[in-house]
């Protein structure tokens, strides 16, 4: 004989008010930037040369070299990009270059105009690489957890807009560039030669 017994009833479905999903959505897009950010030190970090380990750690032929006199430093002395060479210049600028596509110019790149020019190829512009950069490292330091709740807005105030000031101006490192988004235009301006210190022979 088979069962013919009613199926139990489900549970009720779960709802979520609005103000509680914007909060999910807010937190969310919190999480995926905060993984974004971890991506791209993890990233930098496996681009760095292994540290040297302890002296109580080194082979014997590491020991020897140590005491014949003070090891020589290869490595950069500045998580500045101007301080960088080959390498890892080229691993920091990629992973600029991926802020700057994906959240800089997204978000804060406004229209090109005669009064607020811009280049795609800024990467070519050593102005442009050193302030966006600077940028960049405030970002990552201010838009952490540990800077408070007024880490972003002390980012927007003290170090985005003067960066977009200087960066876009009539003058600015783009100033020969696109200034019109219908006529492409790069070209980087020559700076003043160093001038040569008269030394008497």
């Not at 600029?96 to 005669?114: A, D, F, M, Q």
């Amino acid at each position: 004989m088979s069962d013919t017994s009613p199926t139990a009833p489900g549970p009720d479905p779960f709802r979520v008010s609005d103000e509680s999903l914007d909060d999910l959505a807010s937190a969310l897009a919190k999480t995926i930037a905060e993984v974004r950010r971890h991506g791209v030190i993890l990233d930098r970090l496996g681009s760095e040369p292994d540290p040297v380990p302890p002296a109580d750690q080194q082979t014997d032929g590491a020991a020897e070299a140590g005491a014949a006199g003070p090891e020589k430093t290869d490595g950069p002395t500045s998580v500045f990009i101007l301080a960088l060479g080959g390498e890892a210049y080229a691993v920091e600028l990629a992973a600029l270059s991926n802020w700057v596509n994906h959240l800089l110019l997204p978000v804060y790149g406004r229209e090109i105009s005669t009064t607020r020019p811009w280049c795609a190829q800024w990467h070519e512009h050593p102005e442009a690489v050193a302030r966006l950069h600077a940028l960049w490292l405030a970002w990552q330091q201010l838009t952490d957890t540990e800077a408070g709740l007024a880490g972003p807005s002390t980012w927007h105030r003290d170090h985005l807009d003067q960066a977009l000031v200087h960066l876009r101006a009539p003058d600015g490192p783009f100033a020969a560039c696109t200034t019109s988004p219908t006529r492409p235009n790069h070209r980087v301006l020559t700076t003043p030669a160093p001038v040569q210190s008269g030394v008497a022979a």
